[in-house]
């Protein structure tokens, strides 16, 4: 009797093992590392035929997301994004997003998945897309910007990331508005619709703008 007692504990104690060896074989697939890329997918939308979504998880913790809406009244696409920085919870259950507006939380079901959390019946899903390439789109962006010289640079408030400003597009008007204020080689704040250049290792490499909307003469985001 005794003996078929050990027997069985021992018999326990092996399924266990095998059991947690399987478990943490399930969470190295979903490390940490293996999360950032871009993700593509169509949410459902009520009254049209969904809405295309991109999301690009950067290694460095920052993201960019991509919506584009159908007008019914123009057949135009119109392109909304938004940018800031991503975070995982404690138990890498869920991807927080922290930018503009309310923060979006996606669940991870697999290495290639993302779910976004909603109180929609209808699933918010985004695949890993090996074959996208990394975001680039011109999109409203706001930061500190300074003049050195000729050298100009540029950072954004939402992710931090910095990069110098490209002549271009409406260098113009951003050079001789900012210059106005009186405050060369001192940081001030601006706003306008431009593009990020990366490298190939993924860091800012440029930042150009394309229409410049405005200057303020505050320091800080």
């Given at each position: ?12 104690v ?15 697939d ?6 950032p ?10 009254g ?35 940018l ?86 409406d ?51």
């Open positions: 009797m005794f003996r078929t007692w050990i027997a069985c504990v021992l018999l326990f092996l399924i266990a093992g095998c059991g947690n060896e399987h478990g943490n074989r399930s969470v190295g979903l490390s940490p590392a293996t999360l890329g871009v993700y593509s997918g169509t949410f459902p939308c009520d049209c035929a969904g809405i295309p979504t991109t999301l690009w998880l950067r290694s460095d913790g920052r993201f960019f997301f991509r919506q584009s809406y159908l007008s019914d009244a123009t057949s135009t696409v119109d392109d909304v994004y938004s800031g920085r991503w975070s995982l919870s404690a138990d890498h259950g869920a991807i927080e997003l922290r930018g503009e507006g309310p923060a979006r939380v996606f669940l991870r079901p697999g290495r290639d998945e993302l779910i976004m959390r909603t109180i929609s019946d209808q699933e918010h899903r985004l695949t890993r897309d090996p074959g996208a390439p990394e975001f680039s789109a011109t999109m409203r962006l706001s930061g500190m910007t300074q003049i050195l010289g000729n050298d100009v640079s540029f950072t954004e408030c939402l992710t931090g990331l910095e990069a110098p400003v490209t002549e271009g597009g260098f113009a008007s951003f050079w001789h508005q900012v210059r106005s204020l009186g405050r060369v080689r001192e940081l001030v704040y601006v706003e306008f619709e431009g593009r990020f250049t990366w490298t190939v290792d993924g860091a800012p490499q440029s930042v150009r703008i394309q229409r410049f909307i405005t200057v303020r003469a505050k320091t800080e985001c």
